[in-house]
Structure formats: C-alpha cells, structure tokens
C-alpha cells in the first residue's frame, strides 16, 4: 500500500477534492508538508473557497503517472484551515518547499525583495490534513484523456481515474466514462465532477479543465463544460506563455489575491 505521505512528499503536482455548496469539486495544488501533516498553502486568489473547507471532509490526492511512484494515492479526511494574512507560516515553513516545486513562487518569494515587490502572493490559507480517515492506491493519470471523477458519498468526496474517448466542450451530451481501475462505474444519477491539469515546463501555465453534470450508470450527462485536454500527456505539453501573455497573466491574478486579501481585512476589521 501506498503511504499518503511518502508520495504527497515527494510529487511536484497534487488535487485538493471537497463537496461544495454546489457538488462535487476539485482544483490542482502544490503539495506540501507542515506540522509532519500533508497541507496546501492556497494564494489569497482561492480564499473563498478554502475558507469553506474547515468542517468539511476533504480528499488529498496525487495521481500524475510518476509522482512518488508509478500510481498513485488519495487520502481522505477532516482538515484544518488556517487564515495567514499575513504570510508567516507560509514564510517560515513552506516557502521553501514552494520554490522546490513551484518555479513561479522561486520567482515571487525567494527573496525577501522578491516578496516585498509581490506581497501579495505571500498571504496563505493553509489547508492541511488533520486526520487520514480512508486511504486507497488509484490509478495514475497516464494520457491527456484522464481525469480525476468526483462523487458525493454523503457529504465526502469519491475520488477515482477515468477516461473517456471524446470530452465533449459542450452541455447536453452524455459522455462515455470508463473507470481506469476496471470497474463498473455504476452511476445513480448523482452529481459529479470530472477534472484534470495541465500545465507548461515553466508553470507560468497551470490550467485546469472540467465537466460537471450528473453520472447516469457510465455515462456522465454534462451541464458544464471548461477548457480541455490538450496533448497526450496528463501534464501537457502546454506551450509557455509568450511575453505579453505572461504579463497578463500575472497581473491577473495579482489583482485575484489583492481583491481576496482586502476582503479579508475587511471582514479582521468588521
């Protein structure tokens, strides 16, 4: 069996998995480690939903072919979430681990220059996994085609790989899914959401993409649609962003963390 920990260590790219308001939902992540415990440390752009995850049931998953191993893992349990407005935590004990995996932050935090000029990539909700209540080997996303499939098993994320021969960017139609363990999928009509990530050699590009509906026996009847595969890699190729595209980008999603980290004071202040 696998071991959670000794794979979350060691991989580069990780899913965070959790049962929103909304359904089933799922977002790729940087994995680390703090307080000897898997944890993510989320830029202030995710706050509104990390924010929503402290009593909830959360899946850690990694599943890139590679990652720790040849397969791959998720555990499934409470967590803890931790408001670091002001990025202490993430400056002592996870920036470090951040810059190993995650080129983009060696750029933005590696230097104490380099985190006054974005400050704002510095503020943390760090979500971390109290307790490892179920754990179970998946099989690794090995082709662009593979996705990870999200189900709500009362109130607690499912998580298994998938594939499908045509991920239609379109609602209505019901998309064929086949569970890349061999089982029977056996859908009951419940609410699902199927994923994966891709991202460039330089994670400037990190890009996900979805299908959300509901999953009828093996076929997922999709209601939304974003992105898709690109490739036939689960992790790209995604060309690099060219120099203006970069610029865009970056100034993107600085506005995303400000726009969170003000609300964050306001609601401190309130």
Known sequence: MKD??????????????????????????????WRERPCVALPYSLATAALTLGDRRVAFSVTEEGAGGTGGVVGVGPVEVVED????????????????????????????????????????VIVSLASVEVERETRPRTRSSDALLVRDRSGVPEVEVVTADDWSDQSGPKTTLWARNGKSLEGSDEPAF??????????????????????????????????????????????????????????????????????????RSA
């Open 4 to 33: 959670l920990i000794t794979v979350w260590q060691r991989s580069t790219v990780a899913e965070l998995c959790w049962i929103s308001s909304s359904g089933p939902t799922g977002v790729p992540v940087v994995p680390l480690m």
């Open 194 to 267: 199927a994923f994966s990530h891709q991202y460039s050699p330089d994670f400037e590009r990190w890009e996900r993409w979805s299908r959300s509906g509901r999953l009828e026996g093996e076929y997922l009847l999709v209601e939304e649609a974003e992105g898709a595969p690109v490739g036939t890699a689960p992790s790209g190729p995604l060309p690099p962003f060219r120099l203006w595209e970069r610029f865009g980008n970056h100034r993107s999603l600085a506005r995303a963390c400000r726009r969170g980290i003000a609300e964050a004071e306001a609601r």
């Open 85 to 124: 407005l002001e990025g202490r935590v993430f400056v002592d004990a996870l920036v470090d681990q951040e810059t190993l995996k995650h080129p983009p932050t060696r750029l933005r935090a590696n230097s104490l220059m380099a985190r006054r000029e974005n400050w704002w990539w510095v503020p943390r």
